[in-house]
């Protein structure tokens, strides 16, 4: 998942706070809207618990809890992005997914010190497009406990 | 005496003596003049005679027979260790270790050997083979199974001839496979073909030489016949002959196997593989269909939403309360219950298959520990749930190390102790209600009170106060605590550092238990008991607040309603009077911290439930109702979750999680 990856990306693009966000296609199964979400006692803050999709039982996470962003309630723009990585999948809070875009390789830079409020280690890179900066997450540190 | 639980231990050994013997073989090819090879390969191809011999497997056994004559005569010096000789030998071991994979894959181990015997006895003879002897081909020749007889006779009685047409090419001839597709052209106008030596697609493939045989049910004349085909160009011979299915059928009785001419050594060993298998659905077919695990596995998943949109429709009829539709929603509750049954059925795999390793373990750790050992076995045919085959080996296999490394002594101590130099574990296997029972019990030396419990001291999994409160049991039970281990010295048996705990955490997640019971100087017995199904469970939904949890009902002992003022404290625990016992009561609302909680009213519903013997009472807000429900895991994300054993989708589509109520009881 390194930005030395010579093809294009193609991303799904979201917004957490004011910015945008992107993750690589290969990972994203879908995206959800908000539904009942059961909660899971003894587990991480940012885990707010599981949801029946389509039949499997999904834990689902607040990415802006886990980038320790104040909480927003959930509204028509909230999205689940279900995502996965090697054997697991869960889901990803986030409050508006956009568009499907393409990055090209010569666009992607290695991440900066700090970017941002999220931590750089969750980061793989930042995309310049036009006038739009994205932030490419790193799905393994994310889902990293 | 049953032979299946020794088989796996026959097909084992098998590879590794044939192993032996290859290995040895390229060695004595590279050095024929050292001895101590050929020794060694006639011990291994000895043993494998008997074990065949006792096993029953006679074609093995011949062949080996015939094998080891020859090893014999270079032993003797008598032969010398020629290329063509090892040839012949190497092709002996070829068909055994095809015979071998046929038995190790549940077939009977028979094969047409008799061109590599014959081969054999003539070097025992001291004729070394050539090339041209080998050639020297037995006539083909139509060997009939049962089914084909059958068919053969039907066609006489219906007024068809039956005739065996023995085709030969030109040997010039070009396009084989054209031509036999004319020849079957011209036979299946004329009449219907049986069956064809080589099978049709070997031919088909040109993987004949120039002749075959054919068998065909008509009206025709065989003058007719011949003419026929003799119109077909580049054709050499044809020779048809009547049948008389009487012989044939004795010949079925003496051999299934086709005959096959040595020269056709490679073409023969692909059809008698072929044959084998064909043979067997033929005799099955009215009673068994064999079906891939992942087919049921699919199946079961299919239910298992035909079980969640049933809770749903169950919901809806409850609510809507119209007679018809309860009816039927009733109707298909009860049709889908049987139907549970029968798939859950179907995913029960026996025991034994499990159960089959372990003889051969025991004789080696036996020996290993310098024990002497009898394992038996029974009840290797109760069923369980394939998933809980799947993971029940490694446990039990830990256990049964555990009797022979601590339980049973040192044949000398036993004597001492008046008992037989040789002890006895028994594995022990039998369904009680909706449980299966899996025990291992040993005659040794029992498991010792008083090293127990200066263990657990020291280890600080007791403190000494509480150790004189103990009883037997409740001592015997400690060994299962993380961290204990009873071998003085650390063996490399069982004391790895893995203990008698990792066999009940992976008991416990299969949802069953693990209990020891011991008297000194006689033996222990460890006692499995693990549900007879995983994927569907009955339990009592329960309500917290805002939240509905799942109770498994094999858990539950009964519901109560406790009065506030039936509370008590101790140590500063809420506890409650069940029947004269002294219970926890565990607050799910604080446990869980569930938001929204309040205060107990009057009176606290409370679910008993036990662990072993040991009992809790868990307080929750109401109880909803009972349900079968399927459990489903909440991902690799969460993999441990404390108290929580997984989840279920509900009626109205949400989650509601399990509670392991293992983890609450203390």
Redesign the interface.
Known sequence: MMASVQADWKVIAFRLKEEEYALPVQYVRSIEKMQ?I??????AHY?K????LR?????IIDLRERFGFASEPYGEQTRIIIAAFE????GLIVDAANDVLDLPAESIEPPPEAIGSVEASYIDGVAKVENRLLILLDLAKV?D? | MDMRQYLDLFIDESKEHLQAINERLLELEKTPEDMSLVNDIFRSAHTLKGMSATMGFEDLANLTHQMENVLDGIRNRRLSVTPELLDVIFEAVDHLEAMISSIAAGGDGTRDVRGTIELLKRIEQGEMPNKQAAKEQPPLEHAYGEFEYHVLEQAKEQGFSVYEIRVRLRDDCLLKAARVYMVFEQLNEAGEIVKATPPVEMLEEEQFDREFLVTVVSKESADVLQKRLMGISEIDEVEVSMLSIDESSAESEKTAAPQQPAAMEQAATVQSEAEAPEKQTVKQAAKMIRVNIERLDRLMNLFEELVIDRGRLEQISRELNHAELTETVERMSRISSDLQTIILNMRMVPVETVFNRFPRMVRQLARELGKRVRLDIIGADTELDRTVIDEIGDPLVHLIRNALDHGIEAPDVRAARGKPEEGTVQLRAYHSGNHVFIEIEDDGAGISREKVLKKAISRGIVSPQAAEHLNDQQIYELIFAPGFSTAEQVSDISGRGVGLDVVKSTIESLGGTVSVDSQPGKGSLFSIQLPLTLSIISVLLVQIAEETYAIPLSSIIETALVKKEEIFSAHNQPVIDFRGKIVSLVRLKDVFAVPGATDDGDAVAAVIVRKGEKLAALAVDSFIGQQEVVLKSLGNYLSSVFAISGATILGDGRVALIIDCNALVK
């Open positions: 009942p059961t909660r899971v006692p003894g587990t885990v618990g599981v949801i029946n039949g499997v039982v999904t834990p054997d697991i999948e869960v889902l406990r």
